[in-house]
């Protein structure tokens, strides 16, 4: 079974400012999945950013970038110029047939 | 991106009744839907995996009779709480797979309360 690890509870940046949040796995596949989720506090799940395993560029999406470390198996989410609009529990997941979710980090933005 | 529709949004019901959950992907079609359960401040749990025209299939530990699942379209999927119970209230999420490998995207959840 593929298990998800994220180490960070809760994490607290200031406004304008950069976080980094952790997540390693474990896995025994060659080709897979991993993706960051938001989850707000409205609670709606939002897709942050994808990765494929195969790819050793890092993706990026605007102010979120991926420090993809596949011999490590560590897969860190990056937020720059961090907003308030940030604020909410993050969850690193893979996937092959179907999603595993660590256990969240809660990132609050402070103003 | 691809939009999933869950209805209702939040229900509160008495013990013993039932409770249905709808899930639809609305400008897609999704062979494949996924039904997760979250506690506040946790992680999403999968309950049990939607294939549409297939019977369920159920995590460990999931009472299959108690949560039943249909799969009878290609955009719908419901989730059926039989005689729920106060120990059965939580927030419902369901999830539908998009493309080969575009992740999954979900719909805006359920927050089941029983009395």
């Not at chain 1, 952790?22 to 950013?49: A, G, H």
Request: aromatic letters at 12%; proline letters at 3%.
């Amino acid at each position: 079974a593929q298990t998800v690890t994220q180490s960070q509870p809760e994490m607290s940046v200031q406004e304008a400012e950069t976080v980094t949040l952790s997540c390693t796995y474990d896995t025994s596949e060659s080709n897979y999945y991993l993706f960051w989720y938001k989850q707000p506090p409205s609670r709606q799940m939002i897709l942050v950013i994808r990765q494929e395993a195969y790819k050793q560029q890092n993706a990026t999406e605007n102010r979120f970038s991926v420090n993809f470390q596949k011999a490590a198996k560590s897969f860190s989410l990056k937020i720059s110029d961090s907003q308030l609009g940030d604020t909410a529990m993050y969850f690193c997941a893979f996937n092959d047939y179907k999603l595993s979710f660590g256990a969240g980090t809660t990132v609050t933005v402070r103003a | 991106g691809a939009v999933v529709s869950q209805h209702p949004s939040r229900v509160i019901c008495k013990s013993g009744t039932s409770v249905k959950i709808e899930c639809r992907s609305l400008d897609f079609q999704a062979t494949t839907m996924f039904w997760y359960r979250q506690f506040p401040k946790q992680s999403l749990m999968l309950m049990a995996t939607s294939n549409e025209g297939s019977k369920a299939t159920y995590e460990q530990g999931v009472e299959k009779d108690k949560f039943l699942i249909n799969h009878a379209s290609l955009t719908l999927s419901t989730l059926t709480v039989t005689s729920a119970h106060p120990e059965d209230s939580s927030f419902y999420i369901c999830s539908a797979k998009y493309g080969s490998n575009e992740g999954l995207f979900f719909g805006s959840g359920t927050q089941l309360s029983v009395l």
